[in-house]
């Protein structure tokens, strides 16, 4: 009866603290979500109306963000010119920009690209292109070391976490509730630290024809500004060397994830 009685009361502290997670889980949400929003809304704080009275009426003071008529007109203009402009026929006068010459053609494909994804891409837009591939390139090389050393090693968490990896997170996660918070807050720094120094400001892009934010003009794909070993090369031909190497393992990384995780969901094994 004694030993019953003590599960019981084990059972119901267990309750309790997990209640008492769920609890803190959901405040940290919520006020993750109130952030979000605030910080949105201080974003376009420049796009609304400001009403105020005057002599009894209600007048209403156009801001940086509304457009009356002739303004349209204006942004459609710039529309249709910067179309025409991005229309130039290779080899003339203004169409210097050729993505087969820049970062990551190497043999022995050389520039490789099947679908015709850079074809009569503008400058701007192939950045942006180069700057998810890189990006995706980065966390798929981290994801296969994480893999590797989860499955083999498992250094973390006294050893409590065990099988395929692809499992792996929601073991942590059941382990330590505030786990899966303390990812979503080092990926939103990394994430917010790019949007401030890699994008253009929100004014640059409210004067855009159609509105879409670019990276800055000055911004290299992928410079992070983080190189504390100093291993970026100090000429052009080595930094573009360096550049490719990278492009070229974080492609291969991204198919070797994604065929990791494909035979362990299909297999339930760990691959290691």
Known sequence: YDEKLVSQQQSHKNHQIDKMQRSIVNRALSLTLLTSLLTVLSAFRN???VCKPNMGVLRCEQTIGDLNLEEMFDVFEAADMSVASSEIPKGQPGSEF???KCVGSSEPFGFFDPAGFSTDLSEDQFKLYQ??????GRVSMLAFVGIVVGELINPLFDGRISGPAIYQFQQAD?????FWVGVLTLIAQLEGNSIVNSWQPLEETMKEPMGIAKLKSSHIPGDLKFDPLG???KTADGFKVMKTKELNNGRLAMIAVAGIVAQELVTNNSIF
Request: hydrophobic share 40%.
């Open 98 to 100: 050729s993505p087969s």
């Open 131 to 136: 700057e998810a591939e890189i990006k995706h």
């Open 47 to 49: 796009t609304f109306k």
């Open 174 to 178: 059941a382990i330590l509730p505030l």
């Open 231 to 233: 291993l970026k090369p």
